[in-house]
């Protein structure tokens, strides 16, 4: 991997490296998360380029090297930018905070990368926030090995409409009489609805933000996200 050719790619983040050049974490289609040095690009008026190097705008790089950071050699603009703003902007930054801190370098993921891809599309068409998240976090947990089953419970029988049930972290749901103390409680109906992606049955998108704040939170360490802080204070404001 120490010559690279036009591997599809976005910007997850961009950090100043000494006077002139930047630090780029990308997220590629083929080779997943990784470091690459962009030398010269900052403090160059000429350099129309750079301009490209932001969140949210699809890109085709090329890059060398022998170490883990690579040292960008070119990159072209692949299509138009995602035109993100406000809400949609925070959510897609929201996005990159989340496969930054959980996905490992080096470990493409092709799957991921396509979701990331249409929920940029479908944030840059207005499309509901909150259910773009949601279904971007069920994709990426369940990717990563961390998905449940929606449709039975922990004993393998069929989750039924009408019961109620609590859920437990890296096993799924159980019968509200069988499970722990303090568990979250969700309705039937309502994880049948997140299991069909159906957002118009009332209470299910809240359910669904619960599950995957309780999946996360333990693989991020606990830590507050910094990009989920901002949408949420934003979102507080608006409402």
Known sequence: MNNVELTQSFVLHARPFKETSLILELFTLDHGRCNVLARGVRGNKKNHKRALLQPFQPLVVSWVGRSD?????????????????????????????????????WDPHPDIYLSYQSALLRLSQQETPSIVLREFELALIEELGYGIDWHCDIQGETIEPELDYGFIPQQGFVLLPQAPKGSLKAQGKHIIAIAEHDWQQTGSL????????TLIDPLVGYKELNSRKLLQQTLAIQS
């Open 69 to 105: 950071l690579k040292t960008l050699k070119d990159f072209e603009a692949s299509s138009q930018s995602y035109p993100l703003s406000g809400i949609p902007s925070l959510s897609g930054l929201y996005m990159n905070e989340l496969m930054l801190k959980l996905l490992i370098q």
């Open 206 to 213: 809240a359910l669904a933000r619960k599950v995957c704040r």
